[in-house]
């Protein structure tokens, strides 16, 4: 059944991606921080759960492990780094997932270094355990949308939403603005990692460089700056969209994806610079056809 | 009746740039206090320090009986002190309501946003702007704008309002407005400080005035006797205007 | 006299980390846009350098001025096709669609070159230099000295001529510089160039001692970022600083720790740098 797997597969790649661009709109859409750490909580999800499974820890306590060690990682580093802005904090959430890389390869009897981490074998067959993660990542996908739908609605965005139109003004009306970016790093941090750590008992072997691989700071970017920053619907239709994208690439221009990708991404900050949600659809094709 | 603001010999240092050199004065509740000086003379520095964007470099400040230098700026706002900014600042992809909504909800305690909106139309009511809550705060005149930025700090409910400039800008109908504005509050029990550069507006309401000249503080003092002060008069229109006013108040 | 080996070692290093990063830090400075594609333009000089030798027997060193016309290509194309449209958007922006140019550039090079590590192995190598106990491979003190001598002009021509002053000029104050008659795009699209240009010709110089890839690219904009932030943005005296103090801390760091710890430790530097002292080493902002 290799046709039905790839679908299977598809659709948990798609609930993964959501998850990532909505953990990413909290801190970037919302709080209007550009952050480029997600590789970083991702990766050190996916660490914390191998490392913890290897160790003997069941899988469903490695998992939260993975969830939490991001979480208290991204409120340590959110103290220190939230009080810059614009480029040097892009800089440093960036710098910081290749710090975590080396430190990951560094210490090899605890994680295998380079040579990357064997997790236990799942005692389920092939397809048992690809509906299982699908369904893995489903519930964190449902999860993140509603914390998402949550935080937008209430006090959280609200103040989130003023420190992005206008930080000095938001500490003057009351809002701490200090421990608002921080729960939204925070936010941006704990299901990026758990949904790290499910990838990590996914695959089986991870990898320094596989997990804390850049593009999995930029996808996400992407993804919500083609939906549309701050909203709840615009990250969700941005991975669909990206994702679709990215099979088409895959498909067509094996060698040079990842090229075809960067044009993607190039011509999405021209031609659609307030996302897809902006575009405003009818116009479009009523022009057309006046034509 | 004890003081509501008390700034004692605060000073803040710039580099090698004094801009307040050892300023002390009481407000008293429910005062309207002008605080006036030429340009540069640090009245917007004083209120940046008593709201704690910058740090003193000497002296204390206290609130209500609390020192409130050292506080940060969210707390402060929290323990009743708003201002508004000589440059307005809106959260401008928001609408007005949601601008004022944001103040009820941070610094008053409103218990969620529902309620804020509800306490926030009452405060655009007040200062006239009911009819455009629901204009982008970036799509209003200068003199909205200004009314949207007293409706905030009012749905902070504060007990003391550093009100920076907001007449600059507005024309004679506009002031009068704002003056009957400040005039209501007035009789709401709020203490005013109000920075101003048109005399006509500082001599309508404020009941004392402070003058700021270099950092430091020339006068203070009622109206008028501050205008025939003759530091205020050197500081405004140079020592030849003062020497002859002194002339002419020693013959007269 | 084991310190001052690690010492001299740092600072040869450091001569060439100047040159890496002094395009990367003028654009940043001038144009407020961090370009990712500094890397890969990095890696297009030391590949026209390999080739040129490889092909043609050019040395190296002789070979900066077509490496500088290669790039020179490059960065005028992206320029105006590109960069100029988005020089006043946010910060995701400009990082965004500079790291899709990246990829898509670095991507084209694996492509054409392949990933494989490859080298310049001169047919007749320079020897090494001893000096009182101390010593450096020719080579090496040669690519630092050449290295040197680029910024060296580079800042004599901002410092000397007028499009130099004018870049400076639109760097200190953007709005003034328009006031006073200077054509700003020009000035972006120049310096954009001259990054480039300077990208290339450092990469022609370390092609001799760093192993050629596209995969390399990200380290040399790695070492550009903190480079920048040590030494200050968008000088040409702090990119020096930066270099060399860079090249010493990775020098005595790999004493200590073990070379391949040495990048960990200068990124951990850079954050505690942008945590503690943002304005970089010498704690003001040069302008020249």
Not at chain 1, 130 to 151: D, H
Not at chain 2, 11 to 22: I, P, V
Not at chain 2, 97 to 105: H, T, Y
Request: hydrophobic share 55%; proline share 3%; glycine share 10%.
């Amino acid at each position: 059944m290799v046709g039905n797997n790839y679908v299977i597969r598809l659709a948990t790649i798609m609930m993964l991606y959501c998850v990532l661009a909505l953990s990413w709109n909290f801190i970037g859409g919302l709080t209007g921080y550009p952050s480029f750490a997600t590789a970083a909580f991702f990766g050190l999800g996916a660490y914390t759960g191998a490392v913890c499974q290897g160790q003997g820890v069941p899988m469903y306590l490695a998992w939260i492990f993975g969830a939490l060690m991001a979480a208290v990682f991204a409120t340590g580093l959110g103290l220190a780094i939230l009080r810059l802005r614009g480029h040097y904090f892009a800089i440093a959430s960036l710098v910081v997932a290749d710090v975590l890389r080396e430190i990951v390869n560094s210490a090899t009897k605890l994680t295998g270094g380079g040579m990357g981490f064997n997790l236990p074998i799942l005692k389920l067959g092939v397809d048992a355990q690809a509906k299982l993660f699908f369904y893995l990542m489903f519930v964190l996908a449902v999860l993140t949308i509603v914390s998402a739908a949550y935080v937008n609605r209430h006090r959280l965005g609200f103040g989130l939403r003023c420190i992005k139109q206008n930080e000095d003004a938001a500490n003057m009306i009351g809002i701490n603005a200090t421990i608002y970016k921080t729960a939204a790093f925070t936010l941006s941090a704990v299901f990026v990692g758990w949904a790290g750590a499910f990838y990590a008992s996914w695959v089986n072997y991870i990898e320094p460089g596989d997990v804390f691989d850049i593009l999995f700071s930029v996808k996400p970017i992407v993804m919500v700056l083609l939906g549309k920053t701050g909203t709840v619907s615009g990250p969700i239709i941005g991975a669909i969209v990206f994702l679709f994208l990215e099979e088409l690439v895959w498909r067509n221009f094996l060698t040079f994806h990842a090229g075809v990708l960067g044009l993607i991404v190039v011509a999405l900050i021209f031609y659609l610079p307030n996302g897809l949600l902006a575009v405003d659809f009818r116009r479009w094709l009523g022009w057309r056809r006046n034509r | 009746m004890s003081a509501i603001l008390q700034l004692q010999g605060v000073t803040r240092q710039f580099g090698g740039l004094m801009a307040l050199n050892n300023v002390s004065f009481d407000l008293r509740p429910g005062e309207i206090v002008g605080l006036i000086g030429p340009n540069g003379a640090g009245k917007t520095t004083l209120v940046n320090l008593v709201t704690a964007v910058y740090g003193l470099t000497r002296g204390k400040i206290f609130f209500d009986g609390r020192q409130i230098d050292g506080m940060k700026s969210h707390e402060i706002s929290r323990l009743g002190v708003a201002r508004t900014f000589q440059i307005v600042q809106p959260f401008p992809q928001m609408t007005v309501l949601e601008n004022v909504a944001a103040g009820a909800l941070f610094a008053a305690g409103a218990r969620n946003l529902v309620e804020a909106k509800e306490k926030a139309l009452e405060h655009l009511k007040f200062v006239g702007l009911a009819d455009l809550a629901g204009s982008s705060a970036s799509a209003l005149t200068l003199a909205d704008r200004k009314r949207l930025e007293l409706a905030k700090s009012l749905a902070m409910k504060p007990k003391l309002l550093l009100l920076d400039e907001v007449n600059a800008g507005l024309s004679n109908v506009e002031i009068n407005r704002a003056l009957d504005l400040i005039r209501r509050l007035v009789e709401r029990g709020t203490t005013i400080l109000l920075i101003e550069h048109l005399m006509k507006v500082v001599l309508a309401v404020c009941s004392r005035i402070i003058v700021l000249h270099h950092g430091q503080m020339i006068a203070e003092g009622i109206p008028s006797e501050v205008v025939r002060h003759p530091r205020v008069i050197e500081a405004y229109l140079g020592s030849r205007f003062a020497s002859r006013a002194q002339r002419n108040s020693d013959h007269g | 006299m084991l310190y001052l080996q690690v010492l001299v070692n740092g600072l040869v290093l450091g001569g060439l980390y100047t040159c890496i990063a002094v395009g990367f830090s003028l654009v940043w400075g001038v144009l407020n846009i961090i370009n990712i594609l500094h890397g890969t333009f990095v890696v297009i000089g030391s590949y026209a350098a390999y080739f040129a030798y490889l092909k043609l027997g050019i040395h190296p060193f002789l070979s900066i001025p077509i490496a500088a016309a290669i790039l020179f290509v490059l960065a005028y194309l992206f320029q105006s096709g590109v960069i100029n449209k988005v020089v006043a958007a946010p910060v995701l922006t400009t990082l965004t669609l500079t790291f899709g140019l990246d990829l898509f550039l670095n991507n084209l090079l694996i492509i054409a070159f392949k990933a494989d590590y490859r080298k310049v192995t001169l047919k007749n190598p320079l020897g090494v230099l001893d000096l009182a106990g101390i010593t450096i491979p020719v080579d090496k003190l040669a690519a630092m000295v050449l290295a040197l001598l680029l910024t060296g002009l580079l800042f004599w021509v901002l410092n000397a001529s007028r499009t130099g002053r004018a870049i400076v000029a639109v760097r200190m104050d953007r709005e003034a510089a328009a006031l006073m008659g200077v054509k700003v795009r020009k000035i972006y699209a120049l310096t954009f160039a001259i990054g480039a240009v300077m990208a290339g010709a450092a990469g022609s110089l370390i092609s001799l001692i760093y192993p050629i890839s596209p995969l390399n690219s990200f380290m040399f904009l790695g070492k550009a970022f903190i480079i920048c932030v040590l030494g200050g943005l968008g000088s040409v005296s702090g990119a020096m600083v930066g270099g060399l103090a860079l090249g010493v801390l990775e020098s005595f760091g790999a004493l200590a720790f073990g070379p391949e710890h040495a990048v960990t430790l200068s990124f951990i530097i850079l954050i505690l740098f942008l945590l503690f002292r943002p304005m970089g080493i010498m704690g003001k902002r040069g302008y020249d």
